[in-house]
């Protein structure tokens, strides 16, 4: 009806979008209120934008190149409260409603925007350079969020420092979501995190639980800078995105640091062996030799006995560091030979290599003991989680948590109920984990009995039922199955019951990243080709466009498994019969 004229205009656009289930675009999560009888259930209202679900929530060019600046007015109940990129402007109440206008953010691209509307109680405090930041958590658990203030304040002001450039935004907020696919989400000013990568009950949580809420607060707000001020054109630089947050929330060791693998001579590497064994060079060289040394074999340039041997000489190590990294490196090992005849010596080598350690450190913690030596004695009886007497001492002190909860130390907990469910011989143990979910309290405690209750051949199916079962969230479906696939058995029982159940597993989470993830675990663990042809076709029949990289990764990885156990069988056969 009337000529547009160039120049600036003003788009106005009427939209309408529905609330979804499915933890992407702006979507309700389930929390509840009270305890017992009093306990009532509620709806949030949170956003997930990464890579491309602004475009579900508001019409704009959801591409990353595409920035603009976003002036934000929600209107929600009076009762509730509501949070976005910026601190609200003004705030208006008409007819019950409460209507909130946001500051205009700094030029951004979409999938950084973020609103959520709920119940929250919070912590705050302020950076030395003024920075307001708060960690929002359920009602009631405000305390849980102290641990993560903490790392937070500081990892701010170290960022800021570090890089010379100013945190851009008067405030950070970070957000506990009780239903949240992934770990966290680094937008702009509102970072949202699941519960476990966020809350910390000191009460009960364990060493290791701290270690990761640590490590994810500092990666989200490496992001600050690495991502959101500074952002990839698209998607396929992703990589630069999330390499820098890794480096900076890890940093680079300084004697062997480098982008390069180092490969010795076998007069060399003999020559080391006495050198390792005896700790003589400093831990960061002996966590870069066994590292290259099994990334080399894996590649074919280097015999896996090679490698084998050098971490035997490591068998007297005290590291935790070094030993993370080798155990890391003989569970790839395993994974290959776990349906070869010699893998029964194999578990007897393995056996050997953790017995100086484990007497070390036994099952109890010491006076004034090293965070990670607490975080080693956890590895090291995983490692061991099939010895008799650490079986037998396991299932002791399980037996007394169901009856004294107060009884097992919280850094023990997740191993003990990895040992007992790997060993149990009837489903009582089984049936005990779940009752346990039933009844835990903390987001930590029910992921670490997911983690361990289909880890057995004979109770793979049933565990991975429980996920199923309407008592577990959707975010969590996926916990049980990695350990389920340990075993060349728990690995083809986890094939056909995700075949069997393809629908519900696309029903239930495949409009999210967590379906992708899902598929990648229940395929990538095989070690014959022609499993490749199997998933590969069924894929074939049952299209799932955004797991396509995933669906190749596994082949990649299943073939490279394939070609490994080839290469090595007679080499590692020939080594392991001095055991």
Request: charged share 25%; glycine share 6%.
């Amino acid at each position: 009806e009337h000529e547009l004229h160039k120049g600036k205009a003003t788009l106005r656009i009427d939209f309408v979008s529905i609330l979804n289930d499915e933890m992407c675009g702006f979507y309700r999560s389930k929390y509840f209120v009270g305890e017992g009888e009093q306990k009532e259930e509620r709806w949030m209202g949170t956003t997930q934008f990464e890579a491309t679900d602004a475009r579900r929530a508001f019409p704009c060019w959801d591409e990353p190149a595409v920035k603009a600046v976003f002036e934000i007015t929600l209107i929600v109940p009076e009762n509730r409260l509501a949070l976005s990129n910026m601190d609200p402007k003004s705030e208006e109440r008409k007819g019950g409603k409460k209507i909130i206008t946001f500051e205009r953010s700094p030029i951004m691209s979409t999938y950084l925007v973020a609103f959520v509307v709920g119940e929250f109680d919070y912590v705050e405090g302020h950076t030395k350079e003024g920075v307001r930041m708060r960690v929002y958590t359920p009602l009631g658990k405000k305390e849980n969020g102290r641990f993560a203030l903490d790392v937070g304040i500081k990892t701010l002001s170290y960022f800021t420092e570090y890089f010379g450039i100013p945190y851009p935004l008067p405030k950070e907020d970070m957000i506990a979501i009780a239903d949240f696919a992934a770990g966290a989400m680094e937008n702009w000013g509102l970072i949202t995190y699941r519960e476990t990568a966020l809350l910390i009950d000191e009460k009960i949580s364990s060493t290791t639980q701290k270690q990761r809420v640590a490590y994810v607060v500092a990666h989200e707000l490496a992001h600050q800078w690495f991502g959101n001020l500074v952002t990839m054109e698209w998607w396929s630089q992703l990589w630069l995105n999330e390499g820098f947050a890794t480096f900076g929330s890890s940093g680079i060791n300084a004697e062997y640091g480098g982008f390069y693998r180092v490969k010795y001579s076998e007069d060399l590497l003999k020559r080391l062996l006495g050198p390792l064994s005896e700790l003589k060079l400093p831990p960061v060289d002996r966590l870069g030799i066994q590292g290259d040394a099994f990334a080399l074999a894996r590649a074919g340039h280097l015999p896996t006995s090679q490698a084998l041997s050098i971490a035997y000489s490591l068998r007297n190590e005290v590291d935790y560091t070094v030993w993370t990294s080798l155990s890391t490196n003989l569970d790839t090992i395993t994974g290959i030979w776990k349906n070869e005849p010699v893998f029964p010596k194999f578990q007897a080598f393995r056996l050997a290599q953790y017995q100086a350690i484990f007497h070390k450190l036994g099952w109890d913690a010491k006076p004034n003991e090293n965070v990670l030596d607490t975080l080693l004695r956890s590895l090291v009886l995983s490692q061991l989680s099939r010895e008799d007497s650490v079986v037998k001492e396991a299932q002791l002190r399980f037996d007394n948590y169901i009856k004294h909860p107060d009884s097992l130390a919280n850094d023990l907990r997740s191993v003990v109920f990895e040992i007992v469910m790997l060993n149990a011989k009837d489903d009582k143990t089984q049936n005990d984990l779940k009752d346990l979910y039933r009844k835990a309290s903390s987001s930590e405690e029910k992921n670490q009995i997911l983690r361990s209750i289909a880890y057995n051949d004979k109770f793979v199916e049933s565990g991975l039922e429980f996920t199923l079962s309407g008592e577990v969230r959707d975010q969590d479906i996926f916990m049980p199955f990695r350990k389920a696939t340990s075993t060349a058995h728990g690995a083809q029982i986890t094939w056909e019951f995700f075949k069997k159940n393809f629908e519900v597993f696309q029903r239930r989470i495949g409009a999210n990243p967590l379906f992708s993830r899902l598929i990648g675990i229940c395929t990538d663990s095989f070690v014959d080709e022609a499993k490749v042809e199997e998933f590969e076709a069924f894929f074939r029949e049952h299209p799932v466009p955004s797991a396509v990289r995933v669906i190749s990764q596994s082949a990649e990885t299943v073939r490279s498994r394939a070609a490994w156990l080839k290469r090595s069988r007679d080499d590692v056969a020939k080594w392991l019969a001095q055991f």
